[in-house]
């Protein structure tokens, strides 16, 4: 009678808990629970600096940002009732023309989201031309990221269109200016013997020679 009374007392345990799991699981907030869509689409180009248009030098040259990955974060917080910390994260490959599209859960009945767009940094091409110099410096691999996220809101039935454009940090560069290198120098000279007879006689004689270059910028404008 002892072992049943256990038993049966096992078995009323594990159902409660087993209930109670199913509850927490059904109490969980999900996203895709939210009733209305919103679609969020837009054109990411990056500035790829100088480039040869034609025959023309063409700078702040803007090209579609393809095959890079673009990120919409939405805060959990954000979401009504919802107090988890962490971010909805969905993600989309840009096409070739730099175009993406999300279609996402939203709330209705007036009521939205914040998210942010951000595209994942990566590596591409930049060039810069300095006058001065007559001179364009190519950079191949430079990173380019989103210096400022874009902010959107979400909505039930209104769409957001959000174009930008992702710049790059450059690194520091040698340009090598086209203007005169003067050269002056002299032989330095000093107490010693010369040799140009049998008999050593006193003189001053070469030991070294001083070399000073100098460049001329004085009349160049400097825009690095």
Do not use: W
Request: glycine share 6%; aromatic share 10%.
């Amino acid at each position: 009678m002892k072992n049943n009374f256990i038993s049966m007392l096992a078995v009323a345990l594990g159902a409660a808990a087993l209930f109670t799991s199913c509850e927490k699981e059904q109490s969980v907030f999900s996203p895709e629970s939210l009733p209305g869509t919103c679609t969020i689409t837009g054109v990411v180009n990056y500035n790829e600096g100088y480039a040869l248009v034609g025959d023309q030098l063409v700078s702040n040259h803007e090209v579609p940002a393809s095959g890079q990955v673009i990120m919409l974060s939405i805060p959990y917080s954000a979401y009504v009732n919802n107090n988890s910390a962490g971010n909805q994260i969905y993600t989309d490959t840009l096409d070739a023309e730099g175009r993406y599209e999300f279609t996402i859960p939203a709330p209705a009945n007036g009521e939205f989201l914040n998210g942010t767009l951000d595209v994942i940094p990566f590596k591409a091409s930049h060039a810069e031309y300095f006058a001065d110099a007559f001179q364009l410096v190519e950079h191949e691999s430079v990173i380019y990221n989103t210096s400022n996220s874009a902010q959107i809101n979400i909505r039930d039935q209104f769409p957001v269109e959000q174009n930008f454009t992702v710049g790059c940090t450059l690194p520091q560069n040698d340009v090598q200016y086209n203007v005169p290198l003067t050269i002056n120098g002299s032989n330095v000279t000093g107490p010693g013997f010369e040799n140009t007879t049998s008999t050593p006689q006193a003189a001053y004689v070469f030991i070294s020679t001083d070399i000073l270059i100098s460049v001329d910028l004085s009349n160049l404008e400097f825009n690095l």
